[in-house]
């Protein structure tokens, strides 16, 4: 029997540096969720005017992220992903500084223009350096660096925060990325070539966004990114508020017990990339393994029905945490079908997908917020519970969606 050779160790070292970009920005993502209740009352904001700001960086992140896939596309991630790390970190440095509503809101816009290269970048290079079964287990690394941020950020930035201030918080996690930088460029000198982009005219940016939205998936997986990546970030902004304005949690205590939510993204991530290689390796379909995630992934994110029903302030955590295993889950296997959809246009395909889904849920966040300043999460949790199906039918029915 012939063995098939793995990727060399440079490419794991290469997603081991992707992992830890995602920890940093989801890290320096989170510090507005984690402090929350203390920007509130130094704005004197309700949650409406809260999901304001939080919008502000979802429409940014958005609209940079349609852009930004051409030039991923056309420049490589080598050199695109440092200078998108350059301005991230000077953003958040500077939020610690802001001193109005209107500074912070403008501050966050410009932080989502940074970050929104994040992901074409990171699966444009797990495309171009690893092949389609070595995929699903590179995004799962990578993209469990979000959850493993979002992890650590409520024990590093509580303890900012309540040691210094909620500005502090801000400056620290906003140099962390000065390190990655001067990592990411020594380690990819040798993959300079591999990780190069390959420029086309403008003229052809047009026929090849027609291209991909005539395409059915196309639309089938923008479903998919609008369900996957608004749970995923209702549970990243509003889930350690929630905790200590609905559930009654102290400040420190709920930012704790938001670890245990995170924890579940995180096991998911990496979960359900060993679970697709195991199905593959005794001799199902990669297609059929991804759907198989896929179908769990649903089943698990079920449990944000009861979030909003139990009157045991720890089971809902218990629910919350679960439904995160699903929607990591989710997640992961949602990327490797961008990555099926147009490999030679991987950049700007995800960042139409991932562009469309942050400005649609930009539109929703002040109504979540509206919402949650009436006592109306039950609503956003029964609807998390539900949402997940309409993306699961249309990518079960449609059996050849990706290429085995």
């Known amino acids: 029997m012939k063995h098939r050779q793995g990727p060399p160790a440079r490419t794991w070292w290469i997603c081991f540096l992707l992992f830890l970009a995602t920890a940093i920005v989801y890290l320096d993502r989170q510090v507005l969720a984690l402090t929350a209740p203390k920007?509130?009352?130094?704005?004197?904001?309700?949650?409406?005017?809260?999901?304001?700001?939080?919008?502000?960086?979802?429409?940014?992140?958005?609209?940079?992220?349609?852009?930004?896939?051409?030039?991923?596309d056309a420049y490589g991630p080598r050199i695109v992903f440092p200078v998108a790390s350059g301005l991230?970190?000077?953003?958040?440095?500077?939020t610690g500084l802001a001193t109005t509503v209107g500074m912070l809101t403008g501050l966050r816009f410009l932080l989502g223009a940074g970050e929104a290269f994040i992901w074409p970048c990171s699966l444009k290079s797990t495309n171009m350096l690893l092949k389609p079964e070595d995929r699903p287990l590179a995004n799962g690394i990578f993209n469990s660096g979000a959850a493993l941020g979002a992890l650590v950020a409520p024990i590093i930035i509580t303890v900012i925060a309540v040691r210094w201030s909620w500005r502090a918080a801000f400056v620290t996690t906003g140099s962390m990325s000065v390190l990655w930088l001067v990592g990411w460029l020594w380690v990819t000198r040798h993959e300079a070539r591999a990780l190069k982009g390959v420029p086309f005219p403008a003229k052809n940016v047009v026929a090849v966004v027609i291209r991909l939205v005539t395409m059915p998936n196309f639309w089938i997986l923008a479903v998919s990114a609008l369900v996957a990546n608004g749970v995923n970030y209702y549970l990243a902004d509003w889930i350690p508020l929630y905790l200590v304005t609905v559930r009654g949690f102290s400040f420190t205590h709920g930012n704790a017990l938001s670890i245990i939510v995170y924890a579940g993204s995180f096991a998911g991530n990496l979960l359900v990339g060993l679970f697709v290689r195991v199905l593959v390796k005794r001799g199902m379909s990669t297609n059929a393994a991804k759907q198989w995630a896929l179908f769990i992934a649903c089943l698990l994110m079920c449990l944000a029905a009861p979030v909003g029903l139990t009157p045991n302030r720890y089971l809902a955590v218990l629910c919350l945490s679960l439904t995160a295993v699903g929607v990591g889950s989710f997640l992961v296997i949602y990327l490797t079908l961008v990555q099926d959809l147009e490999p030679e246009y991987v950049g700007i395909s995800s960042g139409l997908l991932g562009g469309l889904s942050n400005i649609a849920y930009g539109l929703i966040s002040s109504r979540i917020g509206a919402l949650a300043d009436r006592h109306h999460e039950n609503s956003i949790f029964l609807l998390i519970a539900i949402l997940p199906w309409m993306a699961f039918c249309p990518i079960f029915m449609r059996s050849r969606f990706v290429r085995d």
């Open 39 to 72: 920007i509130i009352a130094t704005f004197h904001l309700n949650k409406e005017q809260f999901g304001q700001i939080i919008a502000a960086f979802r429409y940014s992140y958005g609209l940079v992220q349609i852009a930004g896939g051409f030039l991923v």
């Open 88 to 94: 991230w970190s000077m953003v958040g440095i500077l």
